[in-house]
């Protein structure tokens, strides 16, 4: 069918295999279990969806093996997170949904052995999830991080945090959380951000309201979450002091991509919605499908879909070769990502007229967990702000290290005549 991922020969044997495996696992077992559409996945559904995936051999396909995982490098999680996407609760029955899958990738790579043992090891196998405390009320930080209100004071062997984080996802049920919060500079540590593992049972951690979204399907919603002098070990610092933000680049770049695969997959199962249904309701004396105008809308999702998987190819295999040039390729994949996506859904819906926006088919409810998308991990115009700055201070570089500045000679010879 034209929605399904690449051909097997873009990937290496194992992954495709792996691909397999999950797309049969997805179809056979978590599409009956899903919830109506609008309603969120019930936990003990999860764990048992788990539990299946661990005996089908998929679960947790970008954990390293070490830690239970199938030890897919980024590169080769693509087919496999869009085989897992394909259903909106596929990657929580997987354990690649977010914010897990972020807090898993950035602690295995700076998570020292101990912080690891604690954190990671449970995390990976399902038996705690997590959330990641950035985002806080306004004039906190939100799109600009350098707003981050939330401070980190030493005190003796302890670090007293205090702040109030929003948009908290997953913390109702997060057995930790990962806080970003500013400290002052000390010694060798500079002044900056500096990400904490708190146990969310720690004294002075408190739920805050809930915020109600669009989207439903997420276990743990995005409520507010308090911190009052809540006092944590020196261990407790993942990374160094000081170095939060470049340390989370290290899983905000890869967590933007792993939600465009995730979203990709869910794009798919739109459009195959879709295109079951124009292949089968005539109207005007023939099928959907043969109405030029429906074409139109099915041939620019498909390149929609072709285009977003290309994106992400290439940034996840930039990603493991140049962490900043990926980084900042991620943007332009998450801004094009998350507006095609949205694009393909919406054309489901229109295609499949009054069915569409009903919940006799899925598609609305996937609209609403898709929009948020444009505005979680960065507004679409805050990445297009980002982009439109880096590309034009790499052409005032070239033309500093003497590239021809452009269009200049043009210019001079029209002023003389």
């Not at 093996?65 to 199938?70: A, D, L, M, T």
Request: aromatic share 6%.
């Amino acid at each position: 069918m034209i929605s399904t991922p690449p051909p097997a020969s873009l990937y290496p044997a194992d992954v495709e295999e792996l691909r397999l495996r999950t797309r049969e696992f997805i179809r056979g077992t978590v599409i009956p279990a899903e919830p109506r559409p609008g309603q969120a996945l019930n936990l003990t559904v999860r764990r048992e969806l788990g539990e299946a995936a661990k005996a089908a051999g998929v679960y947790a396909p970008h954990v390293p093996r070490e830690f239970g995982g199938q030890g897919l490098s980024l590169a080769h999680c693509s087919p496999v997170f869009q085989e897992a996407g394909y259903s909106p609760i596929g990657p929580a029955a997987l354990n690649c949904m977010a914010p897990d899958e972020g807090n898993m990738h950035m602690l295995s790579l700076i998570g020292t052995p101990e912080q690891k043992r604690r954190f990671l090891v449970p995390l990976a196998a399902g038996d705690v999830s997590s959330c990641f405390a950035m985002t806080e009320p306004h004039p906190g930080a939100g799109s600009d991080p350098d707003a981050l209100a939330t401070t980190a004071v030493r005190e003796g062997n302890h670090w007293v945090v205090t702040g109030h984080k929003r948009f908290t996802s997953g913390a109702t049920f997060a057995g930790f959380a990962i806080v970003m919060a500013r400290t002052a500079a000390e010694g060798a540590d500079p002044a900056g951000a500096t990400m904490f593992l708190v146990p969310m049972d720690s004294p002075g951690v408190r739920l805050g309201a809930p915020i109600h979204t669009m989207d439903k399907y997420l276990p743990g919603g995005h409520p507010h979450v308090h911190f009052d002098s809540v006092r944590v070990p020196e261990n407790a610092v993942l990374g160094k002091a000081g170095l939060g933000f470049p340390h989370a680049q290290l899983r905000l770049g890869p967590a933007r991509l792993t939600h465009c695969m995730r979203w990709l997959g869910l794009a798919r199962r739109a459009l195959d919605i879709a295109l079951d249904r124009a292949n089968t309701r005539e109207i005007f004396g023939g099928h959907i499908s043969q109405l030029g105008i429906a074409q139109e809308m099915i041939a620019a999702s498909v390149i929609d879909i072709e285009t977003s998987d290309a994106i992400i190819s290439k940034c996840a295999v930039l990603l493991g070769i140049d962490a900043k040039a990926g980084s900042a390729l991620s943007s332009v994949a998450k801004v094009h990502c998350s507006e095609a996506v949205y694009r393909v859904i919406d054309r489901a819906v229109q295609l499949c007229g009054g069915d569409g926006v009903s919940d006799g088919l899925p598609l609305a409810q996937y609209l609403n967990e898709v929009r948020p998308f444009r505005i979680y991990d960065g507004a679409t115009e805050t990445h297009k702000w980002a982009i439109a700055r880096r590309a034009s201070s790499a052409r005032r570089r070239d033309v500093a290290a003497g590239e021809p500045f452009q269009g200049s000679a043009r210019i001079d010879e029209g002023e003389q005549q």
